[in-house]
């Protein structure tokens, strides 16, 4: 007799630097940010005093690669040093399962539900996603005069709101990668996005980069690739899937009154005045995002404005304030351009879909990631929502993850391939930096069969991308 499992949940996360107690009994100093707030102070103490622990001591055996998990029955603990004295520590429980042997019932632990890459990069990932909204932790202390408490506020204004928004549950793969989905289109529609991107900048010099997207997917960005990563995530699972959500809370889809000069468009602001008739109204919610924090961080508003299924962002030049008329202005000229332009877009988008892979198709699935440009796609996920929207089984998709996580075992070509129990072959190919999963579900099937649907997969959907054999 079983039970159901237990669901993974989030038991402890904190940030601390161990330089900022110079004596004992001041330990407390140390600790920059807690989850859960209310945890008593000892408590708080204790779990930083062992993390600090745990690192000095992995430190005289591995000098050049600092600890990056801790193991227990119950719980698993990643730890990351995003930058030099800081160190962030997430802890999540690992999954239990009630079961009952000769009248007796005991809890079996599920540790291979818990995958240290997988929840190492959701740690990874929430500094990446606090250094794009409020800048690295050197750079608050470097301009606010070594501030300390400023930084605390600071982590606790994005965290207490960022954490709620996990959904550990869910985490995979995907999680790993952090990869942008591109939209591949003909040369033409193509040239005619970036011309309009290249308008807008030249129209608007404030707008120092733009990016393009169209259904969730990345067809134009001015941004590195690594600030892309990080901004797209943010676009794609945060906001406009709530500005979504609230367009369609408002009933039918919402037209700008046309003006005597121009035809009505689909265009409006997602971040930015949701009312442009009223002179005096609020200009919205505009997040502010450092970027190319690499070489020194760069402010800039983030407007996004929306015309159908195309979102335009505009990185303008955060050093002066905005103002209306700017908006207006913006949305004059872009939105007739925009709602023009989605229809070339999705023309283009009907041509290719007749060759794309049916959600139901019961054929082959797979994860593709190039870290070179750090483009990913997916099948085996329904889709970018990481809502569990998946494909496959869960014993699946975590030996997906397993073998990414051997794949340092490989030279810098490889292949590893699997077969479950439930008749899943998991095969999973490396090779110049790229990475291909492809799961089959075929009983019966030997070696040599699974091998040609591999290659068949590969060249039916890699067209021009060249594995070693």
Not at 102 to 127: A, I, M, P
Not at 129 to 137: A, D, E, I, Q, V
Not at 159 to 181: A, E, P, W
Not at 417 to 441: A, C, P, Q
Request: with cysteine.
């Amino acid at each position: 007799m079983m039970s159901s499992k237990s669901d993974i949940n989030l038991q402890h996360f904190y940030v601390f630097n161990s330089s900022y107690s110079q004596r004992e009994g001041e330990e407390l100093k140390n600790i920059l940010y807690y989850f859960p707030p209310k945890t008593e102070v000892d408590t708080q103490m204790k779990n930083v005093g062992l993390s600090e622990a745990i690192i000095k001591f992995t430190d005289t055996f591995s000098p050049d690669q600092p600890c990056e998990s801790l193991h227990t029955q119950k719980s698993r603990q990643l730890l990351y040093q995003p930058e030099p004295g800081f160190w962030m520590v997430m802890t999540v429980n690992v999954p239990a399962v009630t079961k009952t042997k000769d009248g007796v019932e005991y809890v079996e632990y599920q540790s291979d539900d818990v995958q240290d890459n997988v929840f190492r990069s959701v740690l990874c990932q929430s500094y990446r996603m606090f250094r794009l909204f409020k800048g690295s932790f050197g750079h608050i202390l470097s301009s606010h005069a070594g501030d300390v408490e400023l930084l605390r506020l600071k982590l606790e204004h994005f965290f207490s709101r960022y954490l709620t928004t996990l959904k550990l549950n869910h985490c995979d793969i995907l999680d790993v990668f952090q990869g942008i989905q591109f939209l591949p289109l003909d040369k033409q529609t193509f040239l005619r996005v970036q011309c309009f991107v290249n308008l807008v900048e030249a129209m608007f010099p404030r707008v120092r980069h733009t990016a393009f997207l169209y259904n969730d997917q990345l067809v134009w960005s001015g941004l590195e690739p690594d600030d892309m990563q990080v901004v797209y995530r943010y676009l794609v699972t945060s906001l406009l899937p709530t500005h979504l959500e609230t367009e369609l809370q408002g009933g039918s889809m919402p037209r700008h009154p046309a003006s005597p000069f121009t035809t009505t468009h689909y265009g409006r602001f997602v971040s930015g005045p949701s009312n442009l008739q009223d002179s005096a109204g609020s200009m919205g919610k505009i997040p502010k995002v450092y970027v190319n924090n690499s070489t020194g961080p760069e402010m800039y508003h983030l407007i996004v404005y929306r015309a159908l299924s195309a979102t335009l962002c505009m990185f303008v030049d955060g050093t002066s304030p905005l103002c209306m008329e700017m908006f207006k202005r913006m949305d004059v000229f872009v939105g007739p351009q925009l709602t023009a332009l989605v229809s070339e877009v999705a023309e283009q988008c009907g041509k290719q879909a007749g060759s794309g892979a049916s959600p139901t198709d019961p054929g082959p699935r797979f994860v593709y990631f190039n870290q070179l440009n750090l483009a990913q796609k997916s099948t085996v996920h329904l889709d970018a929502r990481r809502s569990g929207n998946v494909g496959v089984c869960l014993e699946v998709l975590r030996l997906l993850a397993d073998i990414n996580s051997d794949k340092s075992r490989m030279s810098s070509t490889g292949e590893v391939i699997l077969k479950t129990m439930t008749d899943y072959w998991v095969v999973g190919k490396l090779s110049n930096l790229r990475e291909f999963y492809v799961v089959i579900h075929q009983k019966n099937a030997n070696l040599i069969e699974i091998n040609d649907e591999v290659r068949r997969v590969c060249e039916a959907q890699l067209k021009s991308i060249f594995f070693h054999d």
